[in-house]
DNA sequence: CCAAATGGTTTTATGATGCAACCACACATC
DNA sequence: GATGTGTGGTTGCATCATAAAACCATTTGG
């Protein structure tokens, strides 16, 4: 066995996420989900990524709840993917990976667009991580705690 | 050529993210980076991977101004791996990825720990996007626009 | 100087990905 | 209802990335 290691059952949430969203496409096939995208072929189209691959990543997303496949939207008898709650909660994922790129990456002139507020236009500030009582964050005001183990019956 | 599809050079700033941190164990070593691991045999033992795979990403990363390499911290000869402000500007990618594996994964009891503000003790709040005006936003209220072209002196 | 630990690189096997060709079904046309 | 076209995939095959283990160089410790 020299498969590609999972992180499944790793008790890390970073791992978790990256197993099920950890893919090359996987990402990006979101990205054109929250766009409007739905059918298979707008996505091959868009992306141009290989027809096989779209087809297990997309089925991947149905069968972790991240995708659903709704009948039909425009009358014709195909079937269309539209996000879960799920996949609608990746949002920030893609925010964050979208700002680093604006802020740290070497070219960043080749970035042809922005996220703006729909009501006013404007760009949109920088995610921010708060406390309880809402005083912004940055890493080394946090830590890792161990969460108290939920209380089982029995051993 | 087969190879897997280069993202580099595309213009969305999300494939360009991915492009730079999307492999299958980067993420993970900037995690134990944030946690203060420096050390290459930290990072193996650690996370557990193979020690070629380790060292591509670490070299990938130093090349991407992720990481860079200090001469040495507790005397020794060896070389330590430390993250840049590029490489800590990855946090609120990480806070991102676990909030929505706490939030979605369908077995929320295996995750064991909590990211908690260090003054209070207290779980973080949610990463939140604002507008210019403070106003919070979700998804449906944002929208991507096109950048105007930088100014270019000839064509 | 010898032994063991550290920090990797090389080798080899296998899984993942990409591309192209193929197939099945829906829908439109006659 | 036979024919043709587009959508929505699946199947092979070639190549790339990854994993595991063996190997090597340097450092540290005795």
Redesign the interface.
């Known amino acids: 066995m020299v498969k590609?290691?999972s992180?499944e059952?790793d008790?890390?949430?970073?791992?978790?996420?990256?197993e099920?969203i950890?893919d090359?496409w996987t990402?990006?096939i979101i990205?054109e989900a929250?766009?409007g995208l739905r059918r298979f072929g707008e996505f091959q189209s868009k992306l141009?990524?290989a027809r096989n691959i779209l087809s297990v990543r997309l089925r991947s997303m149905v069968d972790q709840?991240i995708l659903e496949t709704a009948p039909a939207s425009d009358g014709s008898a195909y079937q269309e993917y539209v996000l879960t709650?799920?996949g609608?909660?990746?949002?920030?994922?893609?925010?964050?990976?979208?700002?680093?790129?604006?802020?740290?990456?070497?070219h960043p002139?080749?970035?042809?667009?922005?996220?703006?507020?729909?009501?006013?236009?404007?760009?949109?500030?920088?995610?921010?991580?708060?406390?309880?009582?809402g005083?912004l964050?940055?890493?080394?005001?946090?830590?890792?705690?161990?969460?108290p183990?939920?209380r089982r019956r029995s051993a």
């Open positions: 590609r290691t992180f059952g008790a890390c949430p970073i791992a978790r996420a990256l099920a950890g090359w990402l990006l990205r929250l766009f141009g990524m709840g709650p799920k609608r909660g990746l949002f920030p994922i893609l925010v964050a990976l979208r700002q680093w790129s604006e802020e740290f990456d070497d002139e080749e970035i042809t667009t922005i996220l703006v507020d729909r009501a006013k236009g404007r760009p949109v500030r920088k995610l921010e991580l708060r406390a309880e009582d005083r964050l940055s890493q080394p005001d946090t830590m890792l705690k161990l969460r183990a939920p």
